[in-house]
């Protein structure tokens, strides 16, 4: 009866540190995750202006002279992130493979300009900043034109700027949420230990000595918990690397390793704070409430 009673007693301690690691790990998993996604969200927002392109369109009249000038004036600015140069020819094929006929064979010439195609730096990539640019590459003589999406770029910053603000919003409602379901689950993990507490608080263990072995515990489970999300969180770095590279995630190791470290002070902080409030709560109470 009493080897039944201890297989129990063994089944449900197993029970509730599986409880309490799981809850380590799934939270700090999701918190890792989202820390790691702000760190890479300026990357990404960057990424996705530094696609807009500002097309400069040269006159017929110009020679491969101010092709050249035109290409050192670009590598000399602050502004410009890559360019390329799309002669009147390579415009005419593209257009041709695009719409599946050759318009030259009925207008007999090709209409088409000369031109360069610009990716400018994520700081740029404004109205204003587009403005600037647009106005020095105007004042080129040899420039017929300079075309650009004004309302792409008005949409992409602002978009930019309302997930930026719902990201700071969910970053700190999720990491109250983490803190109150790991608390959640230790409460509950010494809830089962409370007449043990008492017990030893009867017998004249003084608080500390009696708080001291739970915390300890606690905190040794917090660790696994917390590594087991570090592994996980390094499986979805390499993942994400492996299969989508253009996101470039390993970028930014310092910020990467400070995150992960991050979820392991978590893990640590939280169920220390955690397990010293909930034991400071059994050692409070009396003994009647204990039931």
């Known amino acids: 009866m009493a080897s039944g009673f201890d297989k129990y007693e063994k089944r449900r301690l197993i029970s509730s540190y599986f409880s309490v690691v799981l809850s380590v790990f799934l939270v700090l998993f999701l918190l890792g995750l989202l820390g790691l996604f702000v760190i890479n969200s300026k990357r990404l927002s960057n990424n996705f202006k530094e696609d807009i392109v500002m097309t400069v369109f040269f006159k017929n009249e110009a020679t491969d002279s101010t092709f050249k000038a035109f290409d050192a004036e670009l590598k000399a600015s602050k502004f410009a992130k890559d360019w390329k140069y799309i002669s009147k020819e390579d415009a ?3 257009h041709k493979d695009a719409i599946g ?7 007999g010439t090709n209409p088409l300009f000369n031109s360069y195609d610009i990716h400018l730096k994520a700081d740029y990539v404004t109205n204003p900043g587009f403005g600037k ?4 590459m105007r004042s080129n003589p040899m420039v017929s034109d300079v075309v650009y999406d004004k309302q792409l770029i008005t949409l992409v910053n602002d978009n930019i700027k309302k997930i930026s603000m719902w990201v700071l919003i969910i970053s700190g409602i999720f990491t109250l949420i983490s803190v109150l379901l790991i608390n959640s689950s230790l ?6 230990n409370r007449f043990i507490i008492k017990t030893m608080q009867m017998v004249g263990a003084t608080k500390a000595f009696i708080r ?14 917390s590594g087991l999300a570090i592994v ?4 979805m ?8 590279p253009t996101l470039q995630v390993f970028t930014d190791v310092f910020l990467t ?7 392991l002070v978590l893990g640590v902080l939280i169920t220390l704070i955690s397990t010293y409030f909930a034991t400071q709560r059994f050692l409070n109470l009396r003994t009647d409430d204990l039931y």
């Open 92 to 94: 005419a094929k593209q």
């Open 101 to 107: 006929e050759d318009f030259m064979q009925f207008l």
């Open 133 to 136: 640019v647009e106005k020095q």
């Open 187 to 192: 409460r509950l993990s010494i809830h089962s």
């Open 212 to 225: 001291k072995p739970f915390i300890k515990k606690n905190i040794i489970l917090g660790l696994i918990g």
């Open 232 to 235: 996980g969180l390094v499986i």
């Open 237 to 244: 770095l390499f993942y994400f690397e492996a299969n989508y």
């Open 257 to 263: 390793v400070m995150v992960l470290l991050g979820v």
